[in-house]
């Protein structure tokens, strides 16, 4: 049990800090937007790039790992998409449903969390599972694009989405640290330091700008959020240690890591692509909220049954 609180505990902590901040004025209005923005921009995708540069391809194409995590993943979002798509035919909307139910906070909770419950270990597959979400991040975008921009020629919409793709800083820096890997040039010192600055910035700032993301209100669709939240939480990680036990026979530290990976809440992504393209956001930060609060359960569960208690 210690151990479960150990690792939870802190993750939990700094979301927490940013609540209660946020909720006594510590932190103003637009806290929340302007840290999410030092995240995507700067932080995040200087820990995606530090650890991308200094790591090998081989140590990044776990192909069992991606085949369970992103499986699990694609299937809870076609499921989601397809059902939002025949109640209610609207491709963009039925896009931002299934991102909502299969879009894990890897970036966010994943990499502090993975790496307290299994040590330096479980960087790797955080980091792996992190490359995995933004390809279902991209997904839905091409979707949301040509959903909203049906009345635009299709070159006009295949610029569009390759513009937002091309321009995404969280798919951009992993790429980049990958070529700069495989470029064999060291990086310099100066230089590597501010990089680390910076990544090592991301977590806890992460963590706190979800907490003071929890205190917004917006109106929404209640019995549709708890059925996307009860597919982010149950159906994904179950879905995932089906392919990643009993399908593909992984070893215990990556069977591991795909349950609790797929276990995480619904991260912000979706909620900021919402906004982005100024649609209802609402259901998206109602799913936000009851995953985040479902998942101290859930996940202290998965740590439980991981530690053989």
């Given at each position: 049990m210690f151990y479960v609180i150990n690792v939870v505990l802190p993750v939990f902590a700094l979301i927490l800090l940013g609540y209660v901040s946020g909720r006594t004025g510590k932190l103003g209005k637009n806290a929340s937007t302007e840290l999410n923005r030092f995240v995507i921009?700067?932080?995040?995708?200087?820990?995606?790039?530090?650890?991308a540069a200094n790591s090998t391809w081989q140590s990044l194409w776990q192909p069992e790992f991606i085949e369970a995590f992103g499986g699990a993943g694609l299937l809870v979002y076609c499921l989601i998409f397809g059902i939002s798509w025949w109640r209610k035919r609207d491709l963009a909307l039925a896009s931002f449903s299934g991102l909502s139910a299969s879009y894990s906070n890897t970036g966010y909770m994943g990499i502090p969390l993975c790496i307290l419950a299994l040590g330096q270990d479980g960087l790797a597959p955080?980091?792996?599972?992190?490359?995995?979400?933004?390809?279902?991040?991209?997904?839905?975008?091409?979707?949301?694009?040509?959903?909203m921009l049906s009345h635009k020629k299709p070159h006009e919409i295949g610029w569009s989405v390759l513009k937002s793709l091309c321009t995404n800083p969280l798919l951009v820096a992993p790429v980049a640290g990958l070529g700069w890997s495989l470029s064999g040039i060291a990086l310099y010192a100066p230089l590597e330091q501010v990089i680390s600055f910076l990544a090592a910035a991301a977590s806890p700032c992460a963590l706190v700008s979800i907490g003071l993301f929890l205190l917004q209100k917006s109106e929404f669709n209640s019995s549709e959020a708890w059925f996307i939240s009860i597919a982010k939480l149950i159906l994904q990680p179950c879905l995932a240690w089906v392919i990643a036990?009993?399908?593909?026979?992984?070893?215990?530290?990556?069977?591991?890591?795909?349950?609790?990976?797929s276990a995480l809440p619904t991260g912000t992504g979706p909620f900021m692509l919402a906004q982005y393209y100024d649609a209802n956001s609402g259901n998206i930060s109602r799913v936000v909220l009851l995953t985040t609060l479902g998942s101290l359960l859930t996940l202290s569960l998965i740590l439980m049954w991981n530690k053989g208690f």
């Open positions: 921009w700067l932080a995040l995708p200087a820990q995606l790039f530090h650890f955080a980091v792996i599972s992190t490359f995995i979400v933004f390809a279902l991040f991209a997904l839905a975008t091409v979707f949301i694009e040509i959903g036990g009993p399908i593909l026979d992984l070893s215990e530290p990556w069977l591991n890591a795909v349950v609790i990976l």
